[in-house]
Nanobody
Framework: QVQPLESGGGPVQAGGSLRLSCAVS????????MGWFRQAPGKEREFAAA????????NYADSVKGRFTISRDNAKNTAYLQMNSLKPEDTAVYYC?????????????????WGQGTQVTVSS
């Protein structure tokens, strides 16, 4: 069983930075690709970033490209999302998700395991 647990969210002013962490229980973390998604009130869940098992492949939504960086530390069973130059439109609940695949996709329904989410609120 794989259980992601997000942390690191909170309030931040526009232009600021936050780093989200996703700790994953289980001994097979390195077998899973990881994705970060976000959902704003009244909107559908949308893709933000993804990383393959080794970290050699990453993919980003156009809306976060150049501002967000996804990474992982397999020794710590943890994935990260470094968010810089935050904007009010980045306000959302951020979820991390895991899927046992070589190349992660941007489609939420492809992911098998989800965390509870962490709130990020960016004020102008």
């Amino acid at each position: 069983q794989v259980q992601p647990l997000e942390s690191g969210g909170g309030p931040v002013q526009a232009g600021g930075s936050l780093r989200l962490s996703c700790a994953v229980s289980g001994r097979t973390f390195s077998s899973y690709a990881m994705g970060w998604f976000r959902q704003a009130p009244g909107k559908e869940r949308e893709f933000a970033a993804a990383i393959n098992w080794s970290g050699s492949y990453t993919n980003y939504a156009d809306s976060v490209k150049g501002r967000f960086t996804i990474s992982r530390d397999n020794a710590k069973n943890t994935a990260y999302l470094q968010m810089n130059s935050l904007k009010p439109e980045d306000t959302a609940v951020y979820y991390c998700a895991a899927v046992a695949t070589l190349r992660p996709t941007s489609r939420p329904y492809d992911y098998d395991y989800w965390g509870q989410g962490t709130q990020v609120t960016v004020s102008s």
